[in-house]
């Protein structure tokens, strides 16, 4: 049980600027060992994934600067934040003209670290912690899905349903550094960056990192 999540992450994480979209400051953990050991303790169980909410992941921190340079792709939008973690995304987005941005993500702790970072950053965003790939796309005009093909199933769950969104006119966006399970067919390359990270999290100091859009039905 969480007694009070937006205690929790003040204490545990700091306001630092993300390495590839500065312009964005979000409360982050510096350490990821530490942090996953408190959030077990905190839900009482072991094993749990590590805390996303924590770090800026390179897939989200591509999105963010394709955001941030290419404001046309949202601007007056309704975006979808998908498996949004901090909200990264979310921030960029409505950094870059968005109308609404939605940020969705089942772990406990995302709705706390969104509203805190949306308050850091003068942006407001709405969250949901429903599981959106048990329904239908929402009313949204952009998608966007940072890290989120990094293993199966979820990968072939999350892929047959970005596809039904763009098969309905949805723009889906995609940011992922060629993680095990990313599609090799039917994504159109828009950019690719170098990405600060940490070897803590990554396999590497600097990921190249794509950002993705998902071509829909002719």
Request: hydrophobic residues 45%; contains cysteine.
């Amino acid at each position: 049980m969480i007694s009070d999540p937006t205690a929790f992450i003040l204490a545990n994480t700091r306001l630092q600027p993300v390495p590839h979209a500065p312009e964005i400051s979000l409360w982050l953990a510096d350490e990821v060992t530490p942090i996953w050991r408190l959030t077990e303790d905190e839900l009482g169980e072991m094993g749990l994934p590590p805390p996303f909410w924590a770090f800026a992941w390179a897939g989200g921190q591509g999105l963010a600067r394709w955001l941030l340079d290419n404001p046309a792709d949202v601007a007056g939008r309704r975006v979808l934040d998908l498996a949004a973690g901090s909200g990264l995304v979310g921030v960029a987005a409505m950094r870059a003209g968005a109308a609404s941005a939605l940020c969705a993500d089942i772990d406990p702790f995302c709705e706390a670290a969104v509203a805190l970072n949306a308050r850091a950053n003068g942006v407001a965003l709405d969250f949901t912690g429903a599981d959106l790939l048990d329904g239908p796309p929402p009313e949204v005009e952009v998608i966007c899905a940072g890290d989120v093909f990094y293993e199966q199933p979820m990968s072939g769950r999350m892929l047959e349903w970005l596809r039904l969104a763009a098969d309905g006119g949805t723009r889906v966006l995609v940011g992922d550094p060629l993680r095990t399970y990313f599609p090799r067919t039917g994504f159109d390359l828009l950019a690719e960056y170098a990405v600060p990270t940490t070897r803590e999290l990554e396999d590497s100091a600097v990921k190249r990192t794509r950002v993705w859009t998902l071509a829909g039905a002719p």
